[in-house]
Structure formats: C-alpha cells, structure tokens
C-alpha cells in the first residue's frame, strides 16, 4: 500500500467532549499513529474556523485523507464531507469518530473515557485506509406523476402538479372522482357545505388539458425507480394503457369500520341503529327519521365505535369527535324539540376551529356523557310501553352511576380503518405499512410525505385518519415535493450500493429474498445476481447475507469493517 | 332498572338560579379546592354533574348542597366560569322546593311577580288589619295617663298594640309556619335518610349525634373551615341577632316589648342592641355586596335573596326607628312604625321561613345532622 497522509482532528465540542475527555493527550498520542501526518484539537471542528482549518490543511500538508474524532455522523458527517470536497478531495475519503454520544456523555471516569477516545479515533484510522473514492450518480426524472385515488388528497395534488404544466395520471378505482368528501353533507367546524367545496374542484380535474382520469381503473404493479417508473392502468373493460412517469402519488384513502360484529351496539339487529355513514346519508337527503318515517325524539350518538378498542383498532379515528359534534348541531337546528346526548370517551376536538365547536356545541341542548373503553355502552330495545324505542344503558364516568339514556335514533361514530386492497397497493407501488394497515411515512416527524422508496409519495387517509384540511396539506406537500425533483431535472442516488462479484456468486439468490428494496434481480443466462443501482439504499443486507461473499457493500466492504475492528481492539505494546 | 337520563330537567333547575349549567367540563377543581368536601359527601361537582344529567332521584337525596356555607371559592378558581358555588345555592333552593309538599316553596323560587305579589297582600293586610282593629291611644285619657304614670314612660305602645296579643298572634303564626317547617324537615329526613338503602343507621346514633349537630347550630363553626372568616363572622351575627330576636320575640314579648324605659345598663337594651347591631351590620354587608357584585357570593343573585334582604332590612329599619321614637316620646311615629315592622316582618316569616331561603336554619343543621350520623353509621359497618 503506498504511503496515505491522514489528518486526524479532535474536537472539544465545548466542553461537551473536553471535560471528560482529555483531547490533547488524545491528539498527541493518535499524532504518533503511522501514516497520520497531523494530528489536531480544536475547540469547535464544525465552525467555520474549524472546517477551514481542514481545508487548509489538506492543501498545506497534502492530506489525501481526514478523520475527524466529534459528535454523530448523523449531525455532521455531511459537514465535513462538505469541507473536503472544497479542498478538492473525494468526500468519502473521510470517517468520523463518535466520542461525545458514545464517549463523553456516557462515562464519568476521565481517564478510561480518554483511553476508550484513542481507540475509537485509531478504529476510525484503520479503517480510512481502506476507503474509496465514490463518485455521486445521477438519474433524469420522468416529468409526469401517477395519482393514486381521486379522493380529495388525490384531487388537490394532481391539480397542484398540473397547474404547475406537468402531466398526471390519476388513477380512480371507483367510477366517479371525489371520494369520501363527496358523501358529506357539511364539513366541520364551520358547517359549510361540502358539495358547495367539491363542485369547482371536480370540475377543475376533469377539464384539466394537463390531467388524464381513469375511472374503474386500477393498477396492479409499478417497475422502474425514482424518474423513470411505468406502469399499466387496466380499466374496467379490461382496456390496459401504458404509462411513464417519474414519481407517484398514492392517495388511495380509507374505509370505514363495520359495527356488526359489536353486539353490545346491536348494529345490524335493531333498525335504528345506524352507522355515520348512513346518518351523513340521511343528511345529504335532508330527512332525519326512523327507519318507520318517525322523527326521533331522542337521538343518541355514540363516539368511539371501533376505535380506541384493543380488540379492534387502537388508534384514534381522529375525525368522528368533530363529526359527531356536527351532527349534534344538526339535529339541535333541524329538530329543536329532540333530545341529543353525546356519549364519547374523550372529546378530541384539536383541529384549528374544533374546540372552539365543542365549547359552542356545549351550550345547546346536548347532553354529553362520558364512558370508559373498559365498559362500553349497551344498545337494547326498550320495553314494551317506554316513551322511546331504544334504551342505551352506560356507565357514566363523571358521575359514577350507571344511567339509561332514551333512544330512537342511535348513530355509531364508526372507526376509519385502511382500504382492504391496501397491501396489493402497497406492494404495487412499493410502499411499507404500519401495524394498522395504514402507509408508513419516512419519517413519522422529519419527512411525513415520502416513503422508503425515492419518487413514492403517501398523502390523505391512506397514511392515516385525517380530515381535509390535513389530506390536502398532505397532498400539497408531496406535490411541491415532486415539483421540486421535477424542476432539478435529475435526483441524486445513493452510491454506497451493493455490487456482486460475478465471479464469486453462486446463483442461489439468497439475497434476492432478504433485500427490503427489491433492488437485486436474478441474470438467468449468466447464473448471477445484479444489483439495481438506483434502487439499492446500501443497507448491507445482502452483503451480510451472501455465503460466498459475492457481495459487497462500498463504503461498508469486509476490509473496512475488519480493519476498523482491529483498531479497536489492538493495544500497542509500549 | 338504573336511572334515567332527564336533558328537560334542567331546564326547571334553571329557574331556581344559574343558567350556563353546560359550562361545566368536570375538570374537579372545585371539589379541590373546598375545605369542607369530605369523602363520602363530595360537591359540588357531583351535584353539578347530577343537575347536567337530570338525575332527579338522586338529587333529591343530596344532603351535600346544604353541607356548603358557600364561601364562593370554587368560583372563583373555576376554569370554565361555570360558578359552582352558585350551583350549589340554585340546588338548595331546589331541595327546598322539593321538601315542601305544598308546592308553594316552587312557585315563590320560580315566580319573582307571584313572590312579590305575596309578600305585597300580606303587607297590605298587616296594616289593613292595624286600620281596622287597633285604635291609637289618646294620651288624654285618664286610663292612658294612669298606665304611663305607672310606667315612667312617655309612649303607650302596649296600649296600641298590646303584647300579650301579639304574641299571641306570634304563637298562632308559630304553630302555623312551624308545622310546615316541621313537615318539611321530616321530608327531608326521608329523602336524606330512609331512602338512602346504604347505610342502616342504630337508634342510639341519633341520640348520640345530637350535641354536635346543636354545637354546630349555635356556633356555625363548620363554616369557620371556610377559609373566609369575615363571611362566617357576618353570618353568625346575622344567625344569632336573628335566632336571639326570635326567641324574645316568641317566648318573651312581654319582656322584651316594654313602654317602660329601663336605664342603659338594662339586659334589654344590650339585648336590643346587640340584635340591632347584628342585623344592621349583615344586612348592610349583603345588601352592598349583592350591588357591586365583587365577590363571588355576590356575583348573581336570585329573586328570592333580594326579597330577602330587602324585608329584613326594612325590618331592622322600622325597629331602630320604633326604639328611637319611643324614647323621644313621638307616640304617633312609633305607632306608624310598630305597624310597618309587623307588615315587614309577617311577609318575611310567611314566605321565608318554611318555603323559601329562611328555612336553611332547619335544613342546614339537619343536613350537618343527617351526614354525622351517616358518617358514623358507615364508620360502624365497615369497622365490623
């Protein structure tokens, strides 16, 4: 190996690092290291004065390698690689070493913490040895966006992304655009009309020159990576078309829960009992009655039907509360006579507006009732003779009785739970899902439009229960996202991938079952794997996995890895 | 069967004090911050709670409202303004209704213009009565001249109206408005206690319970806990001077309504005096602070606590007024006077004592009463 010139820079990160650890001494004695030209501690390496002194030094000492002992890579990995780049060398000729989080912090002893210091910076220095230059790919994106589900999340990003000039595909599985928004009779809080928002919309995405609608249309698969997918969209009649794209949208929303299999509700058993659903229905016609045409004189609305129930789904549905104050205002204007009892777990009333109902609402004549999610309430008939047809028996929490509410009218403020199809999406699209069915963000705060697969993006109920404000800031956001890799023309992708040594591989695509991105594929006439370049994240998966040792994973290869250990556990005799 | 769920109901609870009863989100503070909730007896969130749901059963077995002196703290923390201390008092009046069987108690609290016109009629028949029965004494009579001779005194009020008739008029108005009180206090009684199938309470018990429950009616000291003290000192001004006028009033008119003007250092005049003093001082506390609404006792005041105050003022008045005149001498005034402290003071007896606010001096004591014995009887069960 010919001689390597590596700088070594201890930061005191303050006093985070230099109080437990004593950075000079570590310097110095890293300094003696072979082939480490200079060794260095400086009070902040992330400041300016910091980075430029790296940069300085490369051109000054002719490093052609830097090893800075700090904080996470996750912080500042990306810093550093930046400040050698500006001294003219290949960024992934650097490596850090992690002696606050995994030093400093943790131990209280400063002499061992000084000691454990030296040999995480001397693994660190091992290891570079070994390091390669990578240069960064790129790949040009397909203008155009497929749009999965033409409900309200669907509708806001296909206009968001046609109005800025660039095609869409949306894609309805059902054969009319609007989805769940376009049942509703008034939106809360502020009780405006639904159909009076939707109609423009509607119109709009249906005339658009720069949007193509599907309807009864689905998709089974998508191919390709971020830029350049394809796909085909089967109508109902069995019409396929062929579509290219470079990113995706999918907005495929979500269904409601079906009480039946909650006896204690009596759904399905007692006409009067009804889902939100149908109340809504009930709405939109402009009739609330019995199913024998009656007015209720009491209507009781039930919150929490499937949701919060560890039987059932865990989660909160996040809209029924406000819904369910919604329709309590309803009745209250349309039948003042009626009586109108809220019975709900918790009042969630968060979204901008919504407490402000709750308070309004609980000056009218609703009576609300508190019940715990270990004694739901109990839908019966009432007895022969009784003033009211039904009678819901609940043990009211803020009283502590147990108490009869009247009841003609029982409306069941039913769960939102994911689509059935929602795994055949997920897996078309090359989507993750969480434990509910429902499309796993990126990043549950950081990133909550993108997915693990570049140029898939998730927005609407399809993520998670969400009202329409919320969907479409969703859609909106993963819109603005696609504009922006739309107008960089090209994307960057990872180039710490895997590679396969055709000559070692044996053909037995153990890696091909373990890899999470699909990005590895069988060459049937060479008896190979191949990996995907653009696909493969360089999670090492298959590099750990591979019997022959095929595999290997750049900027993590076994001699890296090896010599960083040794590093580690090597004492040098003094 | 459990109990059913009343929304109308509070729609006739409203008339009985405040109206935003949905304010209340049971946050619990209120109950936090009383000093005088205990376990077992905890308001006034639960009878908040009880009034939103319409349980009328229950409320009306609730010996809790009368276990509050409301000294307002609970309002004045509630996060909500929901005015729990006021509850509280909308509630009393409530049970109060609800203890009289008459129904009367219910349409004074309900009806300001039929509380008004009653208290009107017996004003008006009070002196409509002096008209036509009592005749003005004419201190030129012999007869009249011999009796103030007798008495050193200048002004023969006894000749005008005669406290041996009086009081026995006292005494039939005893009698009359003592058995609705009576009636009243047993309905309580077996709403509080017989209908409560909790606890089985030992004779012995009532027996035994009685010394505190009097120790609390003389000294009011439960609502020392109160961490307000002004209020149980003007309150307790008020109780004693009252319940001390009373007793004179009843059991001593001959003593107490004298022509004869004994000298200074006389017990009937400290004895006057001090009722005087007592009146004057609560009245004047209440009446102001009833108009600038500061404190949160104050803050809202129903019909029936105007009427109230009102009456016994004009009563404190009239008396001083009457004491004034006679030792001046001025015969005619203190007649005029003697009859508008009686047309003050009948409508006030009638319409207060047994159906309205007045009647808490039975109501109050009993509940302190009802819940040491329920306290004591539970004590017993669970330490058997």
């Known amino acids: 190996m010919e001689e390597q010139r590596i700088g070594v820079y201890v930061c005191w990160c303050g006093s985070n690092i230099a109080k437990m650890v004593d950075v000079e001494a570590v310097a110095e004695e890293i300094g003696r290291k072979p082939n480490v030209v200079i060794s260095k501690n400086y009070k902040y390496m992330c400041s300016d004065p910091g980075q430029d002194l790296i940069v300085k030094d490369i051109k000054d000492h002719n490093l052609d390698r830097v090893v ?60 570079i040895q070994f390091h390669e230059a990578l240069d960064k790919r790129t790949v040009t994106i397909d203008p155009a966006t497929l749009v999965l589900g033409g409900g309200i999340a669907g509708l806001s990003a296909a206009l968001e992304i046609a109005d800025a000039g660039k095609k869409v595909f949306l894609v309805e599985r059902s054969g009319k655009l609007g989805g769940r928004a376009a049942e509703l009779d008034l939106t809360f809080p502020y009780l405006n009309s639904a159909r009076q928002m939707m109609a423009p919309i509607l119109q709009r995405v249906q005339n658009h020159p720069d949007i193509d609608v599907f309807l009864d249309s689905h998709v089974d698969e998508t191919f390709g990576y971020v830029g350049n997918f394809e796909c085909t969209v089967v109508g109902k009649d069995g019409k396929e078309t062929g579509l290219k794209f470079g990113n995706t949208v999918v907005a495929t929303g979500l269904k409601t829960y079906d009480p039946s299999p909650m006896e204690n509700y009596g759904y399905g058993k007692l006409p009067n009992v009804v889902t939100s659903v149908e109340f809504e229905k009930m709405l939109l016609d402009g009739k609330i009655e019995t199913k024998d045409g009656k007015v209720p004189g009491n209507v009781a609305i039930i919150h929490c039907v499937g949701s919060r129930n560890k039987d059932i789904h865990e989660y909160c549905s996040r809209t029924c509360c406000v819904t369910a104050l919604k329709y309590a205002n309803q009745v209250c204007s349309a039948l003042p006579e009626t009586n109108v009892y809220e019975l709900y777990m918790d009042m969630r009333a968060f979204g901008k507006g919504c407490e402000e109902m709750y308070a309004r609402s609980s000056r009218r004549n609703i009576m609300f009732l508190m019940f715990d999610k ?68 990126r990043h549950p705060k950081l990133d909550p439009v993108a997915t693990t697969t570049d140029g898939v993006y998730i927005a609407g109920g399809c993520q998670g229960p969400k009202d329409i404000p919320d969907s479409i800031a969703q859609a909106r956001a993963a819109a603005s996202r696609i504009l922006a890799t739309i107008a960089q023309g090209e994307v960057n992708v990872e180039v710490t991938t895997a590679v396969v040594n055709e000559d070692l591989c044996c053909g037995c695509q153990t890696c091909i079952s373990v890899c999470p991105y699909t990005a590895v594929s069988y060459d049937e006439e060479k008896n190979v794997s191949t990996v995907n370049e653009v696909l493969c994240k360089g999670c090492g998966t298959c590099g750990s996995t591979c019997p022959t040792g095929a595999i290997r994973s750049r ?3 076994d001699q890296q890895i090896l010599s960083q250990i040794e590093g580690l556990l090597s004492k040098e005799v003094a | ?55 009328k059963d229950k409320l009306e077995g609730q010996v809790e409202p009368w276990l509050c002196y409301y000294c307002g703290d609970c309002s004045d923390t509630c996060p909500r303004d929901a005015n729990p201390g006021e509850m509280m008092m909308t509630l009393r009046r409530y049970l109060t209704s609800i203890y009289d069987w008459t129904g009367l108690s ?15 009629l017996i004003f008006s028949a009070i002196i409509a009565a002096f008209l036509i029965f009592a005749r003005v004494p004419d201190p030129g009579s012999p007869d009249v001249a011999a009796y103030l001779e007798e008495m050193g005194a200048t002004v023969p009020l006894n000749k005008f109206a005669p406290s041996h ?103 009937q005049r400290w004895a006057g005096y001090y ?107 669970a330490a058997a």
């Open chain 1, 555 to 557: 900027h993590f290869t």
């Open chain 2, 1 to 55: 069967m459990s109990t059913r769920v009343n929304p109308n109901m509070i729609k006739d609870l409203q008339k009985f004090g405040v109206g935003d009863w949905n304010a209340c989100f049971h946050c619990g503070n209120c109950t936090a911050t009383c000093p005088l909730t205990e376990q077992g007896f905890l308001f006034p969130r639960k009878g908040i709670r009880a009034m939103q749901m319409g349980l």
């Open chain 1, 68 to 127: 800075v002992a700090a904080c996470s890579p996750r912080i500042h990995e990306l810093t550093f690689r930046k400040a050698l780049q500006n001294a003219g060398l290949n960024p992934y000729f650097f490596e850090m070493a992690n002696i606050r989080e995994q030093d400093s912090w943790v131990h209280e002893d400063r002499d061992a913490a000084t000691r454990k210091a030296v040999d995480l910076i001397s693994a660190a220095v091992r290891r």
């Open chain 2, 275 to 381: 009722i005087t003093f007592g009146l004057t001082f609560a009245c004047l506390v209440y009446f102001t602070g009833r108009f600038r609404k500061k404190e949160a006792i104050f803050k809202f005041s129903h019909h029936s606590d105007w009427i109230f105050i009102f009456l016994l003022l004009m009563i404190t008045v009239t008396g001083i007024l009457i004491h004034i005149f006679r030792i001046s001498g001025m015969a005619n005034m203190t007649y005029y006077m003697y009859v508008l402290h009686l047309a003050f003071e009948v409508p006030m007896v009638f319409t207060f004592v047994a159906f309205s606010k007045w009647s808490h001096l039975a109501y109050r004591p009993l509940a302190i009463y009802f819940s040491n014995l329920k306290k004591s009887a539970k004590a017993r069960m």
């Open chain 1, 374 to 441: 270990e004694g739901l309430p109990t839908v019966t008939k009432a007895p022969a003779g009784d003033t009211c047809e039904m009678v819901v028996e609940i043990d009211e929490k803020l009283s502590g009785e147990t108490v009869e509410v009247p009841a003609d009218l029982v409306v069941l403020m039913v769960a939102a739970e994911a689509q059935e199809n929602a795994r055949d999406v997920a897996h078309a699209v090359g989507v993750s899902m969480c434990g509910n069915d429902f499309f796993i963000e």
């Open chain 2, 165 to 267: 008739l009086i009081s026995f008029l006292d005494h039939i108005q005893l009698i009359v408005i003592g058995l609705f009180l009576l009636t009243n206090a047993f309905n309580m009684f077996y709403k509080v206690v017989i209908k409560d199938k909790t606890v089985k309470i030992p004779l012995w018990l009532y027996v035994k319970e009685i010394a505190v429950a009097f120790w609390n009616f003389v000294t009011q000291w439960r609502f020392n806990k109160c961490e307000r003290k002004t209020y149980w000192l003007s309150h307790w001004l008020m109780m004693s001077s009252y319940v001390l006028m009373f007793i004179f009033i009843i059991f001593f008119l001959d003593w107490f309504q004298t022509d004869k003007i004994h000298p200074i250092s006389h017990p």
């Open chain 2, 106 to 120: 219910g349409k004074l609290y309900k009806s300001k213009a039929l509380h008004l016109v009653v208290v009107s």
